[in-house]
């Protein structure tokens, strides 16, 4: 009687770096609350002065808040304050008017910005009423 055995094929190994981020995010795990960036930490992130890591966080914030409206416009659920930005409209000049709106409203620095963002450009750049 004769058996025959033939090995399971080998399994490729895990890269370091995959069990290190994996490992890292099991350490010190994070809500999804402390990624919320209020009118204040806007500002701080965006003020003269900043580095280079803050003003690229502060410029994707509203880079983001700005994406997430288009979506939404071309989905037709149109948020409840809603802007059209002009196409030739650079990053930077729409962040000049949102920094502009925060530094009015300092009693609202604890708030989440997103809000804020949409009502800075809703402010400047308000959508066309349709009749």
Avoid at 57 to 76: E, F, K, N, P, T
Avoid at 85 to 99: G, H, K, R
């Amino acid at each position: 009687m004769t058996f025959s055995f033939t090995r399971p094929p080998r399994r490729k190994p895990v890269p370091f770096s995959i069990i290190l981020v994996l490992f890292s995010l099991m350490i010190a795990p994070q809500t999804a609350a402390a990624q919320f960036m209020t009118h204040s930490d806007l500002e701080q992130n965006c003020a003269v002065g900043s580095t280079p890591e803050q003003i690229n966080r502060c410029m994707g914030y509203i880079a983001g808040v700005i994406d997430y409206h288009v979506v939404m416009q071309s989905l037709g659920t149109n948020p409840s304050t809603d802007f059209c930005l002009p196409p030739e409209l650079l990053l930077e000049e729409a962040a000049i008017e949102v920094l502009a709106y925060l530094a009015q409203k300092p009693e609202q620095g604890g708030f989440i910005a997103a809000p804020a963002v949409a009502l800075a450009l809703n402010r400047v750049y308000p959508c066309a009423k349709v009749q």
